[in-house]
């Protein structure tokens, strides 16, 4: 069966300082990966979506970049934190056209 | 663009008992996918239940069931013999099926179940 991973699970930050979230996928090739943010109270915002290793495509123009290095990793960056990227960052993959989103458990960062 | 409206900020029902979140969407599409989401304390979100757009027969899965009003662009969840686990926030979802899968997402209803 499939799984996905995310790490760290919580991370406290300081403004300015760089980020690295990472994403990865267990039982399945060449998923489709997503990033949302999710602020506190509100919905998910689709940060960035890969259909392929190094496809990157950005909804979201901000402070935040992702990378897709291998098919079943997906890494969130940022050089500079502000203030506003804290936030609950969720990766979810499908395995093709059709398919659900499933979601991984999720990383909560705050940004001080 | 893509536009999902949950108008229910908030909802409650006794334990047992029946209730029905609202969904509205907006799309010039005729292809494409509803879901439910819940994500209970814990924010892991977890799929309730998914509806093609193609299907008249409403998807069920246990105790959840959709009404989906595929000309007036609703699709509500109707939640039979609540149970405490039920506590939520609750998305309603949708994707246009072009082979990205991308999901816009409704402001969700939070559910409390009355003991």
């Known amino acids: 069966s499939q799984t996905i991973h995310q790490w760290p699970a919580t991370l406290v930050q300081p403004v300015g300082s760089p980020l690295s979230l990472e994403c990865t996928v267990e039982?399945?090739?060449?998923?489709?990966l997503y990033w949302y943010r999710q602020a506190a109270g509100r919905g998910l915002q689709l940060l960035f979506y890969?259909?392929?290793?190094?496809?990157i495509s950005s909804e979201v123009p901000q402070n935040l970049s992702a990378s897709r290095p291998q098919d079943r990793q997906f890494i969130l960056s940022s050089k500079k934190l502000l203030l506003s990227d804290s936030g609950f960052y969720l990766c979810?993959?499908?395995?093709?056209?059709?398919?659900?989103?499933?979601f991984g458990p999720g990383t909560r960062l705050l940004v001080l | 663009a893509q536009t999902v409206t949950q108008s229910q900020p908030e909802m409650s029902v006794q334990e047992a008992e029946t209730v029905t979140l609202s969904c509205t969407y907006d799309?010039?599409?005729?292809?494409?996918?509803l879901f439910w989401y819940k994500q209970p304390p814990s924010r892991q979100m977890i799929l309730v239940i998914r509806?093609?757009?193609?299907?008249?027969q409403n998807a069920t899965e246990n105790r959840f069931s959709v009404n989906f009003q595929k000309a007036a662009k609703s699709f509500s969840l109707k939640i039979s013999d609540s149970q405490l686990g039920d506590a939520a926030m609750h998305f309603c979802?949708?994707?246009?099926?072009?082979?990205?899968?991308?999901?816009?997402f409704g402001t969700g209803t939070r559910l409390t179940i009355i003991p």
């Open positions: 979810a993959w499908t395995g093709g056209p059709g398919e659900t989103q499933y």
């Open positions: 039982g399945t090739s060449n998923p489709n």
């Open positions: 890969s259909v392929g290793i190094g496809q």
């Open positions: 799309t010039s599409e005729s292809d494409y996918y």
């Open positions: 509806q093609e757009a193609y299907k008249q």
């Open positions: 979802a949708y994707s246009f099926n072009f082979g990205n899968e991308k999901l816009t």
